[in-house]
């Protein structure tokens, strides 16, 4: 399998905790029509600049049965501020409208080839990627936001179309990888970049 998922290539299962001091697996989304499945972290201009533009998206298509679960694997040796502590702060400060997940042993990052923060894994029904990258185009300033990737790729998914762009480059910091795979990015990411 390529370093990074593609799409027709099925969800891959994790176990991990959540904020809400709960331990999350992908088979606890299974009632859930779609999923978004989204690495992120605490810290990341891009993150923080693109945050509120991702809860817009979440609250719209929450009601059309699309669950987001943010998943943070950036080692907290690298960036103290994004331990599991400071997680469970910000989701208690901002709310937002998705499961936030910590990847202390960076599996799930791994296994799902994620390069930036953010990085957005769209799944249709059957748990198939349809859609993997940025969410939008400026995440960093959202005020020159041309385009919204994944609110385009989801509203394709749920009218029934095909996703007309099921791949994007994701803009964002690299994630922090731990220990001697710190600078660690698999070759086949240097062409997504």
Known sequence: M?????????????????????????????????????????HCPYVLGSDEVTRQTADKYGPMGVKFVGINSNSENTYPEDSYEHMVSRMERYKFPWVYL?????????????????????FNEERKLVYTGRGVDSPRDTTRMTVN??????????????????????????IKWEGKDAHWMPPEACDLI
């Not at 390529?2 to 299974?30: H, N, V, W």
């Not at 989801?154 to 910091?173: A, H, K, W």
């Open 149 to 174: 990737n994944l609110d385009l790729a989801l509203d394709e998914l749920i009218s029934g179309r095909p996703v007309s762009v099921p791949v994007t480059n994701p803009i964002g910091c690299n």
């Open 102 to 122: 910590r990847d202390d042993e960076q599996t799930a990052a791994r296994d799902y080839g994620a390069l930036r923060t953010p990085h957005f894994y769209v």
């Open 2 to 42: 390529a370093y990074t998922l593609q799409p027709g290539e099925k969800a891959i299962g994790f176990e991990l905790p959540s904020t809400e001091g709960k331990r999350y697996s992908l088979r606890d989304f299974d009632r859930y029509r779609y999923l978004v499945i989204f690495f992120t972290c605490n």
